[in-house]
């Protein structure tokens, strides 16, 4: 994939994001990465306002535009993610086992937070 190319921004799975987009943010209210509300009255650049998760990242080989592979979510919950997907290993095999991003750590509460 070309540097900065993006399928579900401008290649051909875009009209079906945006379908899927829309879905969501009608039908989901609850961020998918760290479990509390999403405040649609917030816009961007709020950290606390909602977007759209590839759950698996389209770097990692998630499908761009597949709404299973799409989650609501808050604006900065989505960037402490980034491109990551975490493993666990599950009783010190070597097989590990690739679970969902919910777990991330997160170092802000953003509910608490204040723009200058």
Not at 68 to 86: E, G, M, P, V
């Amino acid at each position: 994939m070309a540097k900065g190319y993006r399928p579900d921004q401008n290649g051909t799975h875009r009209g079906q994001f945006e379908r899927n987009k829309k879905k969501i943010l009608a039908t989901q209210t609850i961020c998918g990465i760290c479990g509390k509300p999403v405040d649609f009255s917030y816009k961007y650049p709020h950290p606390l306002s909602p977007c759209i998760d590839h759950i698996i990242p389209i770097a990692k080989g998630g499908h761009p535009s597949d709404i299973d592979n799409l989650q609501l979510a808050h604006w900065t919950c989505n960037r402490q993610k980034s491109d990551k997907i975490f493993n666990k290993n599950k009783n010190d095999t070597k097989q590990a086992e690739t679970i969902s991003n919910r777990i991330l750590p997160h170092t802000i509460d953003w509910t608490k937070y204040r723009s200058r």
